[in-house]
């Protein structure tokens, strides 16, 4: 195994915050881990080769989204090309691995774009360990439309990500938000999807009505929201591409919200208020079946699946104050999860299963949190005026969310965090932005 692969178990190690004596110090290639510290890797990222003149701006511009990619997890390092000893100046040139040791440089990334008599674009990347002088992994190729480089420098960014660090990437991936404009108390509202990085927005909806809380299907081509263009919240399910829409079924004089698919997205979780009683249904997609999952008279709301679909965490105040319980996704007795001070709610399974994110109120401060999904292992991730509303990305290492700050003048914006409470960013948004919901990896 190269000490590049081997670096996996070191960045695998990051969900449990391991003390850095937990690591294999052997050798050069390593993250070190202190209270929550690392040490970000450094590679080296030469512009990719032009293969024609054509070519030479598509270059360029994937070379810099790679690095920006790579980059932004705070878990690599990218060397200034002015670093650099040895000039790339063709995709099959010998790597002079001594020149990168010299620089200190771990990884090297190597590419070329081509661009075909079609109109289409060829590009080629390989990655490298330089300490152990060896390629890792196969190089790869891709062809794809001149439209699509953004989403083939992802790609490649997520590949070298994924042989680094063993878990698999999130950068080819979109989020679909709330889009804000307007002044604090008239904010206009629409939905709006954008790359995971802010780029590529585009508008699903106008602003003749407030819309709320999107969600991605499991395969990213649908969304689920709720829309007042009625007067009273309702669900309606959204196609991506064609941007066509349908109400859901509902009860006459009912409110509907917070809705979530299941899984395998055949099925939808959602909050269903009548007679000032809010509990949690579960409804077929395709309409027909509708069935309630609690009956309590307190109220249920925000309920979200599990990875393997067999069990449900919501937010209740039940017990006279709002926490997280968990129940069978049939319905059923439920359990409570959380037992520290403040509020807790908007809870959302984590995609490897092993974390619940929420959003918690305590002493006038809101936070992002994780927990184990048996209540234990609480870390406040987040601390500020308002952070909410918790999304996890699709390898389940990084949480988006909406921060607001205070004051007449502050307006929702996008964040990022990584699971280990390191590496808090803005997300860039054109307009203010809140109730993100990250999609899967796009096929």
Same mark, same amino acid.
């Given at each position: ?21 937990? %690591?294999?110090?052997?050798? $050069? ?10 040490? $970000?890797?450094? =590679? ?10 054509? !070519? ?19 878990? =690599?390092?990218?060397? $200034? ?24 440089? #771990? ?49 490649? !960014? ?6 680094? @660090? ?14 804000? @404009? ?9 939905? !709006? ?10 508008? +699903? ?12 299907? $499991? ?54 208020? #009548? ?130 700050? #205070? ?6 914006? +996008? ?14 948004? %054109? ?13």
């Amino acid at each position: 195994m190269t000490r590049l692969a081997a670096l996996a178990l070191a960045i695998l190690s990051l969900i449990l915050v391991l003390p850095a004596a937990a %690591q294999d110090r052997s050798g $050069p290639l390593r993250i070190e881990i202190t209270e929550g510290v690392i040490e $970000p890797l450094p =590679f080296a990222l030469p512009e990719f080769v032009a293969e024609n003149g054509g !070519a030479s701006g598509f270059a360029r511009d994937i070379t810099r989204v790679i690095a920006a990619d790579l980059s932004g997890t705070g878990l =690599f390092r990218e060397i $200034p090309p002015g670093a650099f000893i040895s000039r790339v100046t063709s995709f099959d040139s010998p790597v002079q691995y001594a020149d990168w040791k010299a620089i200190n440089a #771990q990884a090297l990334i190597t590419g070329s774009v081509e661009t075909r008599s079609d109109g289409r674009l060829v590009i080629k990347f390989r990655l490298f360990d330089v300490f152990s002088e060896a390629p890792l992994g196969e190089g790869l190729q891709f062809v794809a439309g001149q439209d699509s480089w953004r989403r083939i420098a992802h790609k490649v !960014a997520d590949a070298v990500y994924s042989r680094i @660090t063993g878990e698999g990437g999130y950068f080819d991936s979109r989020v679909v938000f709330v889009s804000e @404009t307007g002044p604090k108390n008239a904010r206009a509202k629409r939905l !709006a999807v954008m790359d995971y990085d802010g780029a590529n927005v585009e508008f +699903l909806t106008d602003s003749s009505a407030i819309v709320l809380a999107p969600r991605f299907s $499991p395969t990213g081509d649908r969304v689920l929201y709720t829309s007042y263009e009625t007067g009273f919240p309702r669900i309606y399910l959204l196609d991506v591409a064609s941007v066509a829409r349908r109400a859901l079924e509902d009860q006459v004089g009912t409110m509907t919200f917070s809705p979530r698919f299941s899984p395998d997205g055949r099925t939808v979780v959602y909050s269903l208020s #009548q007679n000032g009683n809010t509990d949690i249904y579960r409804m077929d997609v395709g309409g027909g079946s509708v069935r309630r999952l609690t009956e309590t008279p307190s109220i249920e709301t925000a309920p979200s699946f599990s990875p393997d679909g067999s069990q449900i965490v919501f937010e209740s105040d039940r017990s006279g104050t709002q926490q997280l319980y968990i129940m069978s996704a049939n319905g059923g007795e439920a359990r409570r999860i959380s037992f520290g001070p403040g509020r807790y709610g908007t809870p959302v399974w984590s995609p490897r299963g092993d974390l619940i994110a929420f959003t918690k109120q305590n002493q006038g401060r809101f936070h992002i949190g994780v927990m184990r999904t048996d209540g234990s292992e609480e870390r406040l991730l987040t601390a500020s005026f308002l952070d909410e509303g918790p999304t996890w990305s699709p390898n389940g290492r990084v949480i988006m969310f909406t921060r607001e700050t #205070q004051g007449e003048t502050g307006a929702p914006a +996008l964040y990022t965090v990584d699971i280990s409470g390191r590496n808090l960013r803005r997300v860039p948004t %054109q307009t203010a932005a809140s109730d993100p919901s990250w999609s899967p990896l796009l096929p």
